[in-house]
């Protein structure tokens, strides 16, 4: 049975949803530039450190319930262009780290930066390839499970990923959250949402739900942080339910609104590149964070030093692009045509189809 007339249509490249994703990696840079100053001693920082880590891990599980909302569909071509772009960003990041920063590495450090995507360098990009690879057996679960068998699939899941992290502190896989089993739970939350939609309880409280989550989570870590005395991130880590919650509530938010920008699109395409190579930035304004620590004035240095991270990783990409985008092409195409020679690459081409029949 062709049961591809049942899928939903899905616009690609709606603003909203971009808008939203350029908001993730804000949010992620942001924590990021919050890691160095963890030592602070200042309570307004302190208090900055945890306001912006009870939203910002929310920007993982929101990128991977956008992929399962959308469905990621499997392409070879995507697949090298992903692993590509990873590695030569992997390469950038190590050349500058020896050169510029002066920095040592072990050789299980120069493994990582040598095969990217079995590591733990470029968690996400790694975990992101596995649910890209099983994409097309994970949507179809939702095919052939009844609604009934899905809600119990996820609610299992639940049960084990994310309630007992949150109300138990009991972890089965010691990952924080950043492992497959959380972000898979992630993609087949989002191929839920699109197929039944959202709870009316959402619906109607969703903005309710988004304040009161964080408010939950900057309350809860805040309590830790004043009877240890560091910095104690408990409550935002993407296995716990309210970060959850924060990041469903969140999505349906920007679901409502529609609109069109050409400029944020061409912006959204560099989110990934972003990801990659911000953490350079980071490092090369390092010791100006750590001076400003314990100042005051940090939030002006951390916004600055935001804006600069993000602007420059964009500019960086763009420069890559220029150089390389033809060179890709050309390269893509011609290990396309050549593997098309191959019957087990025409299955494979041909992978998502499989699934259709």
């Not at 469905?71 to 510029?100: A, D, Q």
């Not at 949150?166 to 898979?184: A, C, H």
């Not at 309210?242 to 560099?270: D, E, G, P, R, V």
Request: one cysteine or more; glycine letters at 4%.
């Amino acid at each position: 049975i062709f049961i591809g007339k049942y899928i939903p249509k899905m616009k690609k490249r709606q603003t909203n949803i971009e808008l939203l994703r350029i908001i993730c990696i804000l949010m992620i840079v942001s924590m990021h530039i919050c890691g160095e100053i963890f030592s602070t001693q200042n309570v307004l920082n302190k208090g900055i450190i945890l306001a912006v880590n009870s939203i910002g891990n929310a920007g993982v599980t929101l990128f991977i319930l956008i992929s399962g909302y959308f469905g990621i569909s499997f392409n070879v071509r995507k697949l090298f262009n992903l692993l590509v772009v990873t590695c030569f960003y992997s390469f950038l990041s190590f050349t500058v780290y020896t050169l510029y920063f002066h920095e040592h590495f072990h050789l299980l450090d120069k493994i990582s930066f040598a095969f990217p995507t079995f590591g733990r360098l470029y968690w996400f990009v790694a975990i992101y390839i596995v649910i890209f690879c099983f994409a097309p057996f994970l949507n179809r679960l939702v095919l052939v499970l009844s609604r009934e068998k899905f809600e119990l699939l996820l609610f299992v899941s639940g049960v084990f990923f994310v309630l007992g992290p949150t109300f138990l502190l009991i972890e089965i896989q010691n990952d924080f959250g950043k492992g497959l089993p959380n972000l898979m739970l992630s993609y087949l939350l989002g191929q839920y949402l699109k197929y039944y939609g959202f709870s009316e309880f959402i619906k109607l409280h969703y903005k309710k739900i988004c304040i009161i989550s964080v408010f939950i989570v900057f309350l809860l870590n805040t309590m830790l942080t004043l009877f240890n005395g560091n910095i104690i991130l408990r409550f935002s880590r993407d296995n716990n339910l309210f970060i959850l919650l924060i990041s469903i509530s969140m999505f349906y938010l920007f679901l409502q609104n529609h609109h069109c920008s050409k400029t944020i699109n061409c912006i959204a395409s560099y989110v990934f590149p972003v990801y990659l190579v911000h953490n350079l930035f980071i490092r090369y304004f390092s010791s100006t964070l750590v001076e400003y620590q314990n100042n005051n004035l940090f939030f002006f240095v951390f916004s600055f030093v935001l804006l600069v991270t993000f602007l420059g990783s964009v500019f960086v990409e763009w420069i890559r692009r220029t150089i390389f985008s033809k060179v890709e092409n050309i390269l893509f195409d011609c290990i396309e045509c050549r593997l098309l020679n191959y019957r087990w690459y025409q299955k494979l081409y041909n992978y998502k189809c499989l699934f259709l029949e």
